[in-house]
Structures are given as C-alpha cells and as structure tokens.
C-alpha cells in the first residue's frame, strides 16, 4: 500500500506524548492515513489508540495499514469535536490527544475532490462530502464582496477583492483547475510571477470555509481539554498563522490562574516548551510540506482546591 503523507514532528510528538505509564490511550483526532499512529503503535507495544477523521476515506486506508495492531486500534468516523463531545459509551477519558490539523497530502494528491490547484478535479472541498456545501455551491451563494472578505479573513490574500470579482464573473465554476486559472487571471503580472502559485491563498481559504476549519477550532479545543485525564498532555499540530494563533490563546488562557478557574491552584494547564515546537532543518529538507508546522503542547494539571 502506497501512502502519501509524511506525518510532521515524529520525534517531538514521540517525545512530548508518548504514554508514560502502562495501559495507556490515546486518541489521535485527526487521523489521516495513519502515519503517526503508526509510528505510536510500533513504538509503544502496550498503548491503545482511537483513530478519528471526518474522511471515512482516507480513514479506510489507515485502516488497512493499522490492521496488524488488532484491537489496540480502534475507530470512529466523524468530527473529533463531536466525539469529544458526545463520545461513544464507556469510552474512558484520555491519557494523551493528538490533534494535527488541516488536510493531508493524501487529499492534495490523491483526493479527487479539488483541493489542488495543480489538478483539474470537481471543486468540491469537502472532507465529508455527505455533508454541507461543497466550494462550488459556496462560490454560488456568496454575494462578491462576501467571498472577497472570506478570502481576505481566512488567508491575507491581499488581492481577494479582485480575485472575488473575477470569479463572480464567471458564473457557476465546477473544477479546480478553472478556479486556478481565473485567481491567476485577476492578480497582477508581478504576483503571477512570485514564488508561490497565486492561487494557493484563494483554495486555502476556500477549504477553511467549506470545512468550518476556523468556526469549529475553539470548540474541538474545549472539548479536547475537558476529555483529557487530569495529569494527561494534549498536543496540537498547526499549519498556519491563523490556526496557531487560536491554540496559542486557548493554551495561554487555560494556563493562568485566575479566579475564574477556581477549583485549580495553578491554572488548567501547563504548557511545554513556551513558543511551541518547529521542525529542524532536516525535517523541512526531507518534507517540504512540515515547514510551516508547529506543535504545542500542554499538560492538564491535576486539580488541587484553592486554600
Ligand atoms: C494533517 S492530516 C493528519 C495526518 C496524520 N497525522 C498522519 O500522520 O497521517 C489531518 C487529517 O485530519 C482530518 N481532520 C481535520 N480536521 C478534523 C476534525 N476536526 N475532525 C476529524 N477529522 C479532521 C482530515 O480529514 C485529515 O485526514
């Protein structure tokens, strides 16, 4: 079985949330083709892991290639916010969670659903196609200058008003590959020519729209932290600036010890490493993909009453 996707920060991840005691689980909400899960399961013979994604696709293949662990692994198909919230009977709070967000080079590469710009695929978007608007039915509903601020808010896109317009233009786009060209059209020559293709803001946007991305992060959050184990560390993989600014803000707040935590002397949490984890120059060199990465990582303290 061929897989695509190279999981980010293996050590780091290994290191800062691999089980510390025996008969540990860990649920890894973001499962993709398994590729952490994986390196977990063959490192830690006694750990169990729940693997979730809301792409029963992609979730196939990371069955297949977690099949040999038995019964250490097991699934659920969905989002991770509602397993957290509503999670499937006597399952047990978790020792570690990990979230690693975003999309998979799976669904870049071997989607088929228009996550590309490089592709010519139905621009759909969606990572549970059964559900909500694909990208084609959102470019329909949204007036011009809602789909400029979309674009604007999910990804700086500096030209989204002209790149809305040019869109708007053009009436019901159905492939990935015409939205390209038509983002390429809009932007000035100069931009065209930058070192990024200049459609890579437009279908990052795009996704975060259609997938919730941003709305959904606060509440997967939330939910994560109340289904951790008081003394159990939860760790969150982001790919850009918006995202890491959510995770950052929730950790920074959950860690203070304020009045309004008042069962926990010390705050909710405490966090590992105060800037976060990057990849190392090597990692960046053998997968491009990593180099926006950042994990941070917390450790929920155990609840002490204030005196
Ligand atoms: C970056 S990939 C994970 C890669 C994985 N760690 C690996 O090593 O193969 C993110 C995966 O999580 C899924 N996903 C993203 N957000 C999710 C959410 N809130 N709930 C469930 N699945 C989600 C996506 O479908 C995708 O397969």
Known sequence: MDFVHTPVLPEETIQLLGPRRNGECMVDATLGEGGHSFAFLSRFPDLKIIGIDADREIQNIARERLKPFGDRISFYTGWSQDFFSKPPPETAPADTILIDLGISQYHYQKGRRGFSFTQDEPLDMRLNPEAGPSAADLLDRLSERELADLIYANSDEGYSRRIARRIKAQGRI??????????FQAVPPAYRRGPRHPATKTFLALRIAVNRELEGLPSLLERALAFLKPGGRMGVITFHSLEDRIVKNFFREQGKNTPDAPIYKEGIVNLLGRKGFAPGIEEVRNNPSSRSARLRVVE????????
């Open 300 to 307: 929920k303290n155990v609840r002490k009453e204030r005196q």
């Open 174 to 183: 159905r492939s990935s590959a015409v939205l390209a060209d038509l983002v």
